[in-house]
C-alpha cells in the first residue's frame, strides 16, 4: 500500500503537504486531468466536563463554549433581514443586558434601490401597456388547440414592440445596479457590526452562532 501512494505522490511532494494541522487522509479523487487529496484535521481539544449552561431557564447547555469566545447569534427572518444579538451575562450566569443590531427589510430594500427602481419599472412600463395587457388575456398553458393559436398569435403581435422595449439598455442597467446595491447593504451591515463588536470587545473571539436558515433579496427564508 505505501508502495502505491509512493507512485502517486512522492515523499518529497508529500512532504510539502504535510503540516501539524492535517495529516493524509490515503484518499485521493482524480478525473484524470485534477487530483484532490483529502486530509483528516485532527479534533480541537475536549471542552470541560461541565459547560457554561445558556438559554432562558439555564437548562440549554452550548457545546463550543469551551472556545472563550463572545457568542452573537443570527436569526434571519422577513421583517428583519438579520439579527444580531449578544446576551451579556454576570459572574452567577443571569443576562445584564442584550446587545443587538437588526438589518430590517424596510433598510435593505430602500438602501439597495429595490423601492426606488419599482417605481421606475412603473413608469418604463406604460410605454409597452397595450401589449401587456393583450398578453395578459391569453395563457402560455393553453388547454386546447385553439387557445394555443390565440397565445401563439399573441406573442408573435407583440414580440417586435416588447423586444425592443427590454433590449434598452436601462433595463440592463438598472438589473447590474440593484445587484450591486444589494451586496452593498449586505456587505455594509456586517462591516459596521464587526467594527463595533470589535470595539466592544477588542481582546475577545467573536463568533457567529447561525441556524439553518438563510435570508435572500426577496427577504424569503431558505
Known sequence: MVAAWDALLP???RQKLASPKHSFAQIVHTDGVALSVMFLRPKP??????LPRMGKH???VNPLAHLDAEWLGVDPGKTSMATVAHEERSAAGTVVSVWQRTLTAGQYYRDSGITRQAQATKTWLTEVKPQLTALSRVSNKPNSLASYRQFADTVLATYVTMRAEVLKPRWAN???RLYCGKKRVVASFWA???KQ???RWPNRILVLACGAAGFNGSGSIG
Open 192 to 194: 459596521k457590526l464587526i
Open 58 to 60: 439555564m437548562g440549554e
Open 174 to 176: 438598472a438589473k447590474f
Open 197 to 199: 463588536a470589535k470595539q
Open 11 to 13: 515523499d518529497p511532494r
Open 45 to 50: 481539544a475536549a471542552p470541560p466536563a461541565e
